[in-house]
């Protein structure tokens, strides 16, 4: 069997370490101002907006829809969920041999999930695909272009058995080395035969393709929206994943946004073994040959790129796959084995919970993935990141050119509308403002003359008064308070009493004598409180002016709580 991964991705050579990918589509991107850019930038997040994608993951066996949304805390959402199971396709059998069954179930399991999207988002087997990078003289995005459409760049880089006619090419530029004079092109490339098949079966279901990703780069899509909703503390640059079942089986190593992908051959004696067998004896022989290859791609990465892999991310459509995870633990003891979780950090509402509430929810992954797909109509998403805006749709060009001329209009009308609008609130404002402050002028004057007299007498009559109460309060400054004596010598009086004397009554006769009454622990507590209020700016002379034991008074521990009034004689101010 042919690796559709071979020679995936190399590494960057140490003269352009430090040099960013640029990541480019399969079209031409030319200079524009600041302007322009910002522009089409707001139109591409209004137009992605507006656009829902519905992922659709066709198997033999089962069809998988999902869709997913953002709301306003910028958090996911997911919107839709429906798996719809079905039988009628001969074992080993697959979706292209079976196309008028599988979109017969399509257009069943839509009804069933009540989805009203029709732009669809689907995946291809790995091996329906042709991946590699290839490596090209540096040329400009005019020169990129002008070979590709008279197609000596693919004939003299990638050497296909059948015409390049024959089939769907998607391209994208992920490096660039002006030091070797160099750049890196991915090339993903797929008989028009199949992409035409797994349309009509779209079509037929009643939807509509927008988006025909690779199963692998669907995979890698997940991984970048879990990774980013988790925040993990690990290194953000380096994530492992494993694919590991009946259908597919590979290693996956995102390497600063980039996959480098190995394939892992099994036999079809082995996918009987993962399908049926019980046999121990069988099962751990097919565990060493499938890490012997899994330990020999994350040595080959860890060599090349000095990057040490701890955890693996596993996807997997094995009912029994945590017994082989145990497995895989004990032949790679310092390498983790985890189920990747799709839906982890993703709002699920309460009615899906239970349609996602399973142990192993790791092979909605691809789905998943496809559902975070958005049209990429004027280039939003295309530089961002390398391998994030696969699309093998041959239209695809057709498509996202309707899709901007829609936006566009829609801008534009609403823009005009808006303008228009604008324009007459403003007219009208003025006229209404206008025509009010006319009437005002002129409607009631008298009226306004008459209650212009009434107020003038009023005015009169509440100066008179003013007058009297200016002159009472000038009265009120010449008369004397003792206010703010008294408040000083009860501050003072509180701030002289011991932790252990309690006041009971305090009198004072408005001149010069304050009498405290209170009861206190011991005689020395009471001396304390006449020392200490002696001691006071305010107070002449303080002393006890007699002592008693009240009877029926309660005893604490050894000492009988003592009745005392003391007697304050303040000062003159």
């Given at each position: 069997?042919?690796?559709?991964?071979?020679?995936?991705?190399?590494?960057?050579?140490?003269?352009?370490a430090?040099?960013?990918?640029?990541?480019?589509?399969g079209?031409?991107?030319?200079?524009?101002?600041?302007?322009?850019?910002l522009?089409?930038?707001?139109?591409g997040?209004?137009?992605?907006?507006?656009?829902?994608?519905?992922?659709?993951?066709?198997?033999?066996?089962?069809?998988?829809?999902?869709?997913?949304?953002s709301?306003?805390?910028?958090?996911?959402?997911?919107?839709?969920?429906?798996?719809?199971?079905?039988?009628?396709?001969?074992e080993?059998?697959t979706v292209?041999?079976?196309?008028?069954?599988?979109?017969?179930?399509?257009?069943l399991?839509l009804?069933?999930?009540?989805?009203?999207?029709t732009?669809?988002?689907?995946?291809?087997p790995?091996?329906?695909?042709?991946?590699?990078v290839?490596?090209?003289?540096?040329m400009?995005?005019?020169?990129?272009?002008?070979?590709?459409?008279?197609?000596?760049?693919?004939?003299?880089?990638?050497?296909?058995?059948?015409?390049?006619?024959?089939?769907?090419?998607?391209?994208q530029?992920i490096?660039?080395?002006k030091?070797g004079?160099?750049?890196?092109?991915?090339?993903?490339a797929?008989?028009?035969?199949?992409?035409?098949?797994y349309?009509?079966?779209?079509?037929?279901?009643?939807?509509?393709?927008?988006?025909?990703?690779?199963?692998?780069?669907?995979?890698?899509?997940?991984?970048?929206?879990i990774?980013?909703i988790?925040?993990?503390?690990?290194?953000?640059?380096l994530?492992?994943?494993?694919?590991?079942g009946?259908?597919?089986?590979?290693?996956?190593?995102?390497?600063?946004?980039?996959?480098?992908?190995?394939?892992?051959?099994i036999?079809?004696?082995?996918?009987?073994?993962?399908?049926?067998?019980?046999?121990?004896?069988?099962?751990?022989?097919?565990?060493?040959?499938?890490?012997?290859?899994?330990?020999?791609?994350?040595?080959?990465f860890?060599?090349?790129?000095?990057?040490?892999?701890?955890?693996l991310?596993?996807?997997?459509?094995?009912?029994?796959?945590?017994?082989?995870?145990?497995?895989?633990?004990?032949?790679?003891?310092?390498?983790g084995y985890?189920?990747?979780d799709?839906?982890d950090?993703?709002?699920?509402?309460?009615q899906?919970?239970?349609d996602?509430k399973?142990?192993?929810?790791?092979?909605?992954?691809?789905?998943m993935?496809l559902?975070?797909?958005?049209?990429?109509?004027?280039?939003?998403?295309?530089?961002?990141?390398?391998?994030?805006n696969?699309?093998?749709?041959?239209?695809?060009?057709n498509?996202?050119?309707?899709?901007?001329?829609?936006?566009?209009?829609?801008?534009?009308?609403?823009?005009?509308?808006g303008?228009?609008?604008?324009?007459?609130?403003?007219?009208f404002?003025?006229?209404?403002?206008?025509?009010?402050?006319?009437?005002?002028?002129?409607?009631g004057y008298?009226?306004?003359?008459q209650?212009?007299?009434?107020?003038?007498?009023?005015?009169?009559?509440?100066?008179?008064?003013?007058?009297?109460?200016?002159?009472?309060?000038?009265?009120?400054?010449?008369?004397?308070?003792?206010?703010?004596?008294?408040?000083?010598v009860?501050a003072q009086?509180?701030?002289?009493?011991?932790?252990r004397?309690?006041?009971?009554?305090?009198?004072?006769?408005?001149s010069?004598?304050?009498?405290?009454e209170?009861?206190a622990?011991?005689?020395?507590?009471?001396?304390?409180?006449?020392?200490?209020?002696n001691?006071?700016?305010?107070?002449s002379q303080?002393?006890?002016?007699?002592?008693?034991?009240?009877?029926?008074?309660?005893?604490?521990?050894?000492?009988?709580?003592?009745?005392f009034?003391?007697?304050?004689?303040?000062e003159?101010?």
């Amino acid at each position: 069997m042919k690796n559709p991964f071979a020679n995936l991705f190399k590494k960057k050579k140490k003269d352009d370490a430090n040099t960013p990918p640029v990541p480019q589509g399969g079209e031409s991107k030319k200079k524009e101002g600041f302007f322009s850019k910002l522009l089409k930038n707001r139109l591409g997040k209004q137009s992605i907006k507006g656009e829902e994608i519905l992922g659709v993951e066709l198997t033999p066996t089962e069809i998988r829809l999902s869709q997913v949304s953002s709301n306003k805390a910028n958090q996911w959402v997911l919107d839709k969920f429906y798996v719809h199971k079905f039988e009628g396709i001969p074992e080993n059998g697959t979706v292209l041999e079976n196309p008028d069954k599988v979109a017969e179930e399509l257009k069943l399991a839509l009804q069933k999930s009540k989805i009203n999207t029709t732009n669809a988002a689907i995946a291809i087997p790995v091996t329906s695909a042709i991946i590699r990078v290839v490596t090209a003289p540096l040329m400009t995005d005019e020169e990129l272009k002008k070979a590709i459409d008279t197609d000596s760049l693919w004939e003299n880089l990638v050497q296909l058995t059948d015409n390049l006619n024959d089939y769907s090419i998607f391209h994208q530029v992920i490096n660039r080395d002006k030091t070797g004079n160099t750049m890196d092109i991915l090339f993903v490339a797929s008989k028009l035969s199949d992409i035409n098949s797994y349309t009509d079966i779209i079509k037929k279901g009643g939807l509509n393709a927008v988006i025909i990703d690779v199963k692998c780069f669907a995979l890698k899509s997940a991984v970048d929206q879990i990774n980013q909703i988790a925040g993990s503390i690990e290194d953000s640059n380096l994530t492992a994943v494993l694919e590991f079942g009946l259908d597919e089986n590979y290693v996956m190593i995102l390497y600063e946004n980039n996959p480098i992908i190995t394939d892992i051959f099994i036999r079809s004696q082995d996918r009987k073994t993962l399908q049926e067998s019980n046999n121990q004896e069988e099962m751990d022989a097919l565990v060493r040959r499938y890490m012997t290859q899994v330990k020999q791609a994350v040595q080959d990465f860890e060599q090349k790129y000095e990057k040490r892999i701890r955890n693996l991310k596993v996807t997997s459509n094995l009912q029994n796959v945590e017994d082989y995870l145990g497995s895989f633990r004990k032949n790679m003891v310092n390498t983790g084995y985890n189920l990747f979780d799709p839906f982890d950090g993703i709002k699920i509402p309460a009615q899906l919970e239970n349609d996602i509430k399973m142990d192993n929810r790791s092979y909605f992954s691809t789905v998943m993935g496809l559902a975070f797909r958005k049209l990429d109509v004027f280039g939003y998403y295309k530089f961002v990141t390398a391998v994030k805006n696969i699309n093998l749709l041959p239209n695809r060009e057709n498509m996202i050119a309707q899709k901007k001329a829609k936006a566009f209009s829609n801008f534009a009308f609403k823009g005009v509308v808006g303008i228009v609008s604008l324009i007459y609130v403003v007219l009208f404002g003025l006229s209404f403002w206008q025509i009010t402050d006319l009437n005002k002028k002129i409607e009631g004057y008298d009226e306004i003359l008459q209650t212009h007299e009434l107020k003038t007498l009023e005015k009169n009559k509440y100066a008179k008064e003013i007058g009297f109460m200016l002159k009472s309060l000038q009265l009120s400054k010449s008369i004397k308070s003792n206010k703010t004596v008294s408040f000083r010598v009860l501050a003072q009086i509180a701030s002289a009493v011991p932790k252990r004397v309690k006041f009971s009554k305090i009198e004072y006769n408005g001149s010069d004598l304050v009498v405290i009454e209170g009861t206190a622990f011991s005689d020395q507590d009471i001396l304390k409180l006449i020392s200490n209020l002696n001691n006071k700016k305010l107070i002449s002379q303080a002393s006890l002016a007699s002592m008693t034991l009240p009877q029926g008074q309660q005893q604490q521990g050894s000492q009988t709580m003592k009745g005392f009034k003391v007697a304050c004689v303040l000062e003159q101010v």
